[in-house]
C-alpha cells in the first residue's frame, strides 16, 4: 500500500469516528481529574431545569444565585443587552451577583488576530471561573464568543496535562484554585430554560410580531454538542436557544435561507474589511430576511451578531436596497414583552435601525416613553436620583 493511499484511508478512519468523539460526555475526564486532586468542579446547586443538547446530553442549567461573566461589547455599545438580563431575573425574583471582578476573556485577541498564549488564555478563563467560585456563584456566561472560547479552553484543560501544570503556576501566583463548572452556560439556555415563566410573566400580546432569529456562530458552532438543539422547536441541524424562547412568548417565528449564514462580524473582518461585513450582514441576511420572511424583529443572541445586524444597515439603505429591520437581542425582546422600560431597561436609543414601528406592533407607547426618559434624566442631571429604583433600571 503506498503512502498516499494510507494517508487516504486513515482520514476516512479519522472522519468516520469523528461522531462518537463529539457525542462522548466530558463529564468523566472532569471528575476523574477532579478525583485525582488537578482541579476544582464547581456543581450545579439548588433548582436546576435539564435541557436538551445537539447529541443528546441533558444539560444543567441552574435558575439562581448566578455569577455573571458579562460581555466586552454589551456593555461598551449596547448597554440595554445586559441590563435586560439583569431586569429579567430580578422580575422573575432570582439573585445573581455582578462581579466587579471580572476580566475580559480576551478571545477577540484570539480570534480576530491569530496569534495567542495558550497558557494565557487558559489562565485568563480559569481566573474568572475561580472568582465566581468564591463568591458561591455559578457563572453564567453573556457573550457567545467567551462562551465558545471557555468551551475550547475546557477541553484543552481536560487532555492536556502540560497546559494544566501551566495554568495552575499563574493561578498559584495569583492565589487562585484551579476551578472548572460543572456546566458551561450561555445566558441564552438560562432564558430558554426559564422561557414558561417569562412567558408567564408576559404583558403582551406578541401573536401579530413577525420575527426572524439569527444563531450565532460562537454560540452553536463552537464545541456544538454543547449547545441546545430542541426537535419540538426544529429537526435537524438548527439550534433552539432563541427560537424556543420565540415560540413560547407567542410570536410569529419565520424562516429564511441563509439561517446558518455568519452575521459578518468576523472579528478580524469588522476590524480590516469593514466593507465585507456590512455587505454580507446586510445582503447575504438582512435582505434575504426582507424578501423572504418580511420580519418586524430579528432577534439574536450574541454581541457581535447585534452589532454587525443592526449598525451595517445604513450602509446598505444609503444604496435603496430592501433593508429596514430593527435587531435585539431575545433578552430585550422577552423583558418589552414583560413590560420593560423600552430606553431606562433595554436601551433602545443605542440602536441604530428604526425600532419605532416595533414597538407600535407590540403595543408600546415609545412617545410616552420616550418624554418619561427624559424627563428622568433631566433629574439626574441636576442630581436627583431618588425616583431611580431597581424596577426602574437594569444596572
Same mark, same amino acid.
Given at each position: ?141 453573556? *457573550? /457567545?464568543?467567551? !462562551?465558545? %472560547?471557555?468551551?475550547?479552553? #475546557? ?7 502540560? &497546559? =494544566? ?97 455568519? *452575521? /459578518?462580524?468576523? !472579528?478580524? %473582518?469588522?476590524?480590516?474589511? #469593514? ?7 446586510? &445582503? =447575504? ?111
Amino acid at each position: 500500500m503506498s503512502d498516499a493511499v494510507g494517508v487516504i484511508i486513515s482520514k476516512k478512519q479519522k472522519f468516520e469516528r469523528t461522531p462518537d468523539k463529539r457525542n462522548h460526555d466530558f463529564h468523566e475526564e472532569l471528575f476523574e481529574l477532579e478525583a485525582a486532586g488537578e482541579l476544582i468542579v464547581q456543581r450545579v446547586t439548588g433548582d436546576y431545569v435539564n435541557v436538551p443538547t445537539k447529541y443528546g446530553r441533558p444539560k444543567k442549567i441552574q435558575k439562581a444565585g448566578l455569577w455573571h461573566h458579562k460581555s466586552c461589547g454589551q456593555c461598551g455599545h449596547i448597554p440595554g443587552y445586559s441590563t435586560s438580563i439583569f431586569w429579567i431575573m430580578r422580575k422573575l425574583g432570582y439573585d445573581y451577583n455582578d462581579p466587579r471582578d471580572q476580566t475580559s476573556c480576551t478571545a477577540w485577541n484570539y480570534y480576530a488576530s491569530a496569534t495567542s498564549n495558550q497558557a494565557a488564555q487558559a489562565a485568563v478563563a480559569l481566573r474568572n471561573f475561580a472568582a465566581a467560585y468564591e463568591t458561591g456563584y455559578f457563572p453564567l456566561i453573556h *457573550c /457567545g464568543t467567551s !462562551f465558545g %472560547h471557555y468551551k475550547e479552553v #475546557r477541553a484543552e484543560i481536560l487532555h492536556q496535562p502540560e &497546559l =494544566r501544570a501551566q495554568v495552575r503556576k499563574v493561578l498559584g501566583k495569583l492565589g487562585k484554585e484551579m476551578v472548572i463548572p460543572e456546566e458551561i452556560v450561555h445566558y441564552s439556555e438560562w432564558l430558554y430554560a426559564m422561557k414558561d415563566e417569562i412567558s408567564a410573566a408576559s404583558v403582551l400580546d406578541l401573536s401579530k410580531v413577525k420575527v426572524t432569529v439569527h444563531p450565532a456562530c460562537h454560540y452553536y458552532k463552537l464545541v456544538e454538542g454543547d449547545a441546545i438543539f430542541d426537535p419540538e422547536v426544529y429537526h435537524g441541524q438548527r439550534t433552539a436557544a432563541v427560537s424556543g424562547l420565540v415560540q413560547t412568548l407567542g410570536a410569529d417565528l419565520r424562516s429564511y435561507s441563509t439561517f446558518f449564514d455568519c *452575521c /459578518g462580524f468576523g !472579528f478580524r %473582518h469588522i476590524l480590516v474589511q #469593514r466593507d465585507f461585513t456590512r455587505s454580507f450582514s446586510t &445582503l =447575504r441576511k438582512i435582505e434575504v430576511m426582507k424578501e423572504e420572511a418580511d420580519p418586524d424583529v430579528v432577534l439574536t443572541h450574541d454581541t457581535g451578531c447585534v452589532t454587525a445586524l443592526d449598525k451595517s444597515q445604513f450602509s446598505t439603505q444609503a444604496h435603496e436596497r430592501n433593508v429596514g429591520v430593527p435587531v435585539m437581542s431575545e433578552a430585550q425582546f422577552a423583558a418589552l414583552a414583560m413590560g420593560a422600560h423600552p430606553f431606562k431597561v433595554c436601551q433602545l436609543h443605542w440602536h441604530s435601525t428604526n425600532y419605532r414601528p416595533l414597538l407600535e406592533k407590540m403595543g408600546i407607547d415609545w412617545e410616552a416613553a420616550w418624554a418619561e426618559f427624559q424627563e428622568d434624566l433631566k433629574m439626574l442631571e441636576k442630581g436627583d436620583q431618588q425616583y431611580l429604583t431597581w424596577a426602574d433600571v437594569g444596572v
